[in-house]
T-cell receptor, first 113, second 115 residues
Framework: AQSVTQLGSHVSVSEGALVLLRCNYS??????LFWYVQYPNQGLQLLLK??????LVKGINGFEAEFKKSETSFHLTKPSAHMSDAAEYFC???????????FGQGTTLQVKP | DTGVSQDPRHKITKRGQNVTFRCDPI?????LYWYRQTLGQGPEFLTY????????KSRLLSDRFSAERPKGSFSTLEIQRTEQGDSAMYLC?????????????FGDGTRLSIL
């Protein structure tokens, strides 16, 4: 079985500040981990993914995430927030042979000027 | 790569009516997924196809729901006798087969509102 917990349904940062969105997962098989971003009334856009290999993965728009197996975590970070980063962020786990994704409940990122 | 296309973007209907949504995946993608997203929640898996074969259905997919993917290209999701609880965003995603690290590409969804 697989599950995802995103800690903090709402995160607020100032423009230029560090962004940290937390994700913990549970998986009975080696996990594949993803972060997606969703803007209002749109679908999900892939930010980055971890499958195997390097545990620090870089994505689009300056985001990166680190896979920590011992902590079952895959937190998303960005050194400096932009106003355009305000959106809903979803962490997801895959790895079953179907490829289906299990999503967390999402974290709304607010960026204050 | 023209992306995943979903139609319609919005659907408003009365309770008890039938509705059908369409998804056109990225052309070379042989896997197609349907998810449902309610307000304030993450997407929940409904079903998926590999080519034309429907290989898994979630328990969320009641008997009122049916999905097809004839010829392994576009897919349709039909909801019969709609209920208030069916109000949600229905998302379609597609991917390649070739290891489970293939990312899913999502469409912009169909938002269903039941009056």
């Amino acid at each position: 079985a697989q599950s995802v917990t995103q800690l903090g349904s709402h995160v607020s940062v100032s423009e230029g500040a560090l962004v940290l969105l937390r994700c913990n997962y549970s998986s009975s098989v080696p996990p594949y981990l993803f972060w997606y971003v969703q803007y209002p009334n749109q679908g999900l856009q892939l930010l980055l993914k971890y499958t195997t290999g390097a545990t620090l993965v870089k994505g689009i728009n300056g985001f990166e995430a680190e896979f920590k197996k011992s902590e079952t975590s895959f937190h998303l970070t960005k050194p400096s927030a932009h106003m355009s980063d305000a959106a809903e962020y979803f962490c997801a786990v895959g790895g079953s042979n179907t490829g289906k994704l299990i999503f967390g409940q999402g974290t709304t990122l607010q960026v204050k000027p | 790569d023209t992306g995943v296309s979903q139609d319609p973007r919005h659907k408003i209907t009365k309770r008890g009516q039938n509705v059908t949504f369409r998804c056109d995946p990225i052309s070379e993608h042989n896997r197609l997924y349907w998810y449902r997203q309610t307000l304030g929640q993450g997407p929940e898996f409904l079903t998926y196809f590999q080519n034309e074969a429907q290989l898994e259905k979630s328990r969320l997919l009641s008997d009122r729901f049916s999905a097809e993917r004839p010829k392994g290209s576009f897919s349709t999701l039909e909801i019969q006798r709609t209920e208030q609880g069916d109000s949600a965003m229905y998302l379609c995603a597609s991917s390649l087969v070739g290891g489970e690290n293939q990312p899913q590409h999502f469409g912009d969804g169909t938002r269903l509102s039941i009056l």
